[in-house]
């Protein structure tokens, strides 16, 4: 299975914020998504960084309230790993497992095109799974 095909299930909407947003606005913007991450973007349209709740819990940890008015590009992780549409998901699997992350941007010609969580993973390797068993249940029972 590919990464285009678990965008094809899930959508390639991504939701973004820019390196100035404020923690606060970030803080909103998650809950307003229900999600955990966002793909920062810098202004050219490429992917800057990725901030997740984690970041944010962490570094309120380390400095307090006035965390909640600085800026996304303070906290964001920079070192942002991404895949192509045309990874495969068990190459994801294992980037994901080594590099200890859960959100991975998606991008195709340089340019942000979805984004894969590790539950996203999760849900390919179980349906390829129950296909995998309907198609041996077949075999058995016709052969």
Sequence with gaps: MRISDVLRTKGSTVATVEPGT??????????????????????????AGIVSERDVVRRLNDQGATLLDRSVADIMTTEVFTCDRDDSVDSLTVLMTERRIRHVPVVGDGRLIGIVSIGDVVKSRIKKLEEDQQQLEAYITQG
């Excluded at 606060?24 to 349209?45: F, K, P, R, Y």
Aim: charged share 10%.
């Design 22 to 47: 404020t923690v606060t606005e970030l803080l909103a913007a998650l809950a307003e998504h229900n999600i955990g991450a966002m793909v920062v973007l810098a202004a050219d349209g490429t992917v």
